[in-house]
């Protein structure tokens, strides 16, 4: 059957994801002698990292590299070991961790949270495989641990730490039921609920923890040519050796509505998501050059984040509306469109592209337009503590517009639905609504 098939080919995801990682480390050690390697990493571990923090800026780009590749390497060992199953969460949760670890997760302060979760699966008598995609994505909130390690003493940052960890699971499943599918990154909504509760303490008790804009510029050409060799070799190693079929495939992919759970690896195999990843990343580069943008951490963390959401429910179709949007955004709020934090909200803003593929493309513009406003205040609160802030802005966004878009507007049925999706498994075999909704519930469990 076609579902088996598909797992066969995608078995080698872990091995594609460690050699990722390995590129990235060589990347990092051609820019950087020993002794500034080793200088670079201390100085980025005892960081407090709070958004906007780019490592690439405050320890240069063979240490932030080499932290990215370190992070991926030691994803992909934890992922091994527990016997994840390889799906598009599973490309979801490396390309987030390869990212933000260019600017807030470094190989120190992500493992009190990972902990947390790992005594939440325990005292809930669960394999630590149901949460270990979780437990790495809760790590948006590792500047608390290196906050409250720098503030007050590394014992409490643990603790911290590791309370975090615990509590993300359960609120994390409630965020994403209410969010209705339509804010990709719902676990950042979750992570910006939890840390609105504990910043209001972290002041009452004195600590002052407070957002800051470390940005590097000047390295778009080298980075660039960086990016353009992953796209690439994304799009060839897609194509080969059946470049026919897999570009049928992906236009069938065009035609999804993103909407999660849209889990694109586990439907049309590794060959159609590849090349997605790679035309997504060459368009996210392009915006940011494009517009007048610097490439460094934050922004290769976002494009990072895009192409490993090119597994999980984002396409060229439904992404540009967003991103145009938060362009024409930046014209209405009279904020340059090469403001640092409408860089990132053009690019990771994208998390709400089921807006686009759901409603339409002009549903994903005011999407975008919204979101534009809502995440230059959203995330003031919390004082740059939740690496994932457009997430939690996505999750405003979404919360509100949804209701009212179903409650005035009956969506034109999309070419192909995500209910269509399933149909694929099985040869073409007819399932029932519950078969359907058995299949649903177990991609919900793999993103959470």
């Known amino acids: 059957m076609h579902i088996h098939h598909v797992a066969r080919r995608n078995a080698a995801l872990l091995p594609a994801a460690a050699a990722f990682g390995l590129f990235l480390i060589l990347y990092g050690l051609v820019h950087t002698d020993f002794p500034g390697l080793i200088q670079g990493l201390y100085t980025l571990l005892i960081h407090e990292d709070v958004l906007i923090t780019d490592y690439i800026y405050l320890s240069g780009i063979g240490s932030a590299f080499v932290n990215a590749g370190l992070v991926t390497l030691i994803s992909v060992a934890i992922l091994y070991l527990v016997g994840e199953t390889p799906n598009g969460s599973t490309l979801v949760t490396l390309g987030l961790m390869a990212g933000f670890s260019l600017f807030g997760k470094n190989i120190l ?12 699966a325990t005292a ?3 394999p630590l495989s149901k949460y270990v995609n979780v437990s790495m994505l809760a790590t948006s909130l590792a500047p608390m641990v290196s906050f409250l390690s720098s503030a007050t003493s590394p014992w409490v940052g643990l603790l911290v730490g590791i309370l975090i960890g615990f509590l993300i699971p359960p609120v994390s499943e409630y965020a994403f039921r209410i969010q209705n599918g339509m804010n990709l990154y719902s ?3 979750a992570c910006g609920l939890v840390a609105m509760m504990f910043v209001p303490v972290f002041k009452a008790l004195g600590l002052s923890p407070a957002s800051r804009l470390l940005w590097s510029t000047g390295n778009n050409l080298d980075l660039g040519l960086m990016l353009l060799v992953i796209c690439l070799g994304c799009i060839l190693c897609g194509l080969f050796p059946h470049p026919r079929e897999v570009l049928n495939q992906y236009r069938k992919l065009l ?12 439907v049309f195999g590794h060959g159609p998501v590849l090349v997605n990843m790679g035309i997504n990343g060459l368009v996210a580069t392009g915006y940011i050059l494009v517009t007048g943008g610097d490439l460094n951490g934050p922004t290769i963390g976002a494009i990072f984040t895009i192409m490993g959401f090119s597994a999980y429910g984002k396409h060229l179709r439904n992404i540009t509306s967003v991103m145009l ?3 024409l955004g930046s014209t209405f709020l009279h904020v340059a469109t090469n403001n640092e ?3 990132l ?7 709400l592209a089921p807006f686009a593929g759901f409603f339409g493309w002009p549903f994903g513009i005011l999407a975008g337009l919204i979101h534009s406003a809502v995440v230059l205040q959203a995330g003031l609160p919390l004082e740059g503590m939740n690496l994932y802030n457009n997430g939690f802005s996505g999750g405003l966004v979404a919360l509100v517009l949804y209701p009212v878009i179903t409650s005035l507007y009956r969506h034109r049925r999309p070419v192909l639905q995500d209910e269509d999706l399933f149909e694929i498994y099985e ?10 909704d058995a299949h649903a519930n177990d991609d919900i469990q793999m993103l959470h």
């Open 109 to 120: 302060n992500i493992w009190p949270i990972m902990a947390g979760t790992a005594l939440y």
């Open 124 to 126: 809930r008598r669960e």
């Open 187 to 189: 676990l950042g909504f």
């Open 255 to 266: 035609h999804t509505s993103g909407r999660a759970p849209s889990d694109y690896l586990r």
């Open 325 to 327: 949007g938060v362009l």
């Open 341 to 343: 934090a409408l860089q």
């Open 345 to 351: 909200a053009a690019l990771f803003g994208t998390t």
């Open 427 to 436: 040869d073409d075999t007819p399932q029932s609504e519950e078969q359907l």
